[in-house]
């Protein structure tokens, strides 16, 4: 063999070696339901063992991190410096980070603003996850606007004539935005009024604006592909509804919600799966093929009405669907296909009060509470605890585990989680 082809051979080989074989485009994955299916990140680690790096992030947010090769975007609302300080404005930013060694890439400032409204005490003005395509990244910032960047930190376009978002309560903003072949999908549900809009992902023009009958909602949506046609199902307190994605027109409707959704939808073979778990509990599992008011009919093929979650999504993983009670540890896992549970309301040592969703690799759950613990269960119809670890931190972002890595965004840090050599 010559020497120049085997010096070919190895140089593939070495780079074949730090190619990352999948990415984390959205804040629920590349399923868009919780699930990595080639990751297979660490089951333990401390603040100092298998901790490949952490990053300090200025200011505040519980948007969580997107992956996209080898670059991690995360965003931020900091308090403003300058001729804004002191006025309670804030400096809305992206952050670009190198993802083998945690350096800063870019930070680019995409807005100053002062918040007309309040939020939540365990709520920042920074909730919205980031999404991207490999081409582009969206950063949306709710009323103060939706930026879309290059990966390289180019503004290339953005849209603030959105108007300011009237949240119920004054909880503060946090629906994420979804992309969708040559559309991006930014919900706009609060208590003034209602729409879904779909944008030109590449120059931002709108491409359909459909209205809603709804009040303040913080889901983000979910695009299903059922029988060759694409539909954009998001939740809401009146209905959960679906929409043509590329007309925007209402498909279908159910009924049976609880307040103020959160949660976001799952799907899987033709089966999408809507819930939400404030003063009430309610999952319905929605064939896709519906048309019309749905409620009561066969299209609905099985509901529940216990234990269901608040504010953190369901995990769809191996024909599973995996959930917490409200807010709680409280943890329950039912069949996808029947509804019927494998356990339900079960207490997990080490959760309490819960915000991120869980997500699943490896064979594995990851089960992150606001107290900066991750438990970590096998992905099995019986409940069985492998492993609980922290990063000591607050942390209300859901993971992503992306190749043998797994990224928490908490109050303070970024943490990249990966094995030790």
Known sequence: MRKSTVSAIVAILCFSSVVHAENWGHWRGPTGNGTAPSANPPLEWTTTQNVKWKYKIPGLGSSSPVIWGHRVFVTTAAPAVGKSAGDGALDFKVI???????????EKSA??????????????????????????????????????????????????????????????????????????????????????????????????????????????????DNEGRKQVVLNGQK????????????????????????????????VVYVTSGHRGSFM????????????????????????????ASPLLSSGRIYFHKGKSGQFSCVDAATGKPYYM????????????SPVAAGGYVFLTGRNGTTVVIKDAPKLEIVGTNSVEETVDATPAPVDNELFIRGEHHLFCIANEK
């Not at 670009?96 to 870019?106: I, Q, S």
């Not at 008011?293 to 099985?302: L, P």
């Not at 309301?345 to 991120?356: H, K, T």
């Open 96 to 106: 670009c980070l190198d993802r083998a060694m945690g350096k800063l890439v870019w």
């Open 111 to 224: 807005v100053i603003a002062k918040p007309h409204q309040q939020t939540h005490s365990t709520n920042g003005f920074c909730s919205a996850s980031p999404c991207t395509d490999g081409e582009r990244l969206y950063a949306h910032f709710g009323s103060r606007g939706l930026y879309c960047y290059t990966l390289d930190g180019e503004l290339v376009w953005k849209r603030d004539d959105f108007g300011k978002m009237d949240i119920r309560n004054s909880f503060g903003e946090g629906s994420s935005p979804t992309l969708a072949d040559n559309k991006i999908l930014v919900p706009w549900d609060h208590e003034g009024k209602s729409a879904i809009f779909a944008l030109d992902k590449l120059t931002g023009k709108t491409v359909w604006k459909t209205d809603r009958d709804e009040t303040t909602c913080w889901a983000t949506p979910l695009v299903v």
């Open 239 to 270: 209905f959960a509804r679906s929409y043509d994605l590329d007309s925007g027109k209402e498909l279908w409707r159910c009924g049976g919600q609880t307040e103020r959704p959160v949660a976001s939808p799952v799907a899987e073979n033709g």
């Open 284 to 311: 319905g599992a929605f064939r896709l093929n519906g048309k019309g008011d749905i409620k009561g009919t066969n299209q609905v093929a099985w509901t529940v009405d216990r234990d269901t979650p608040d504010i």
């Open 345 to 356: 309301g079960n207490r997990i040592p080490g959760l309490d009060s819960i915000y991120a």
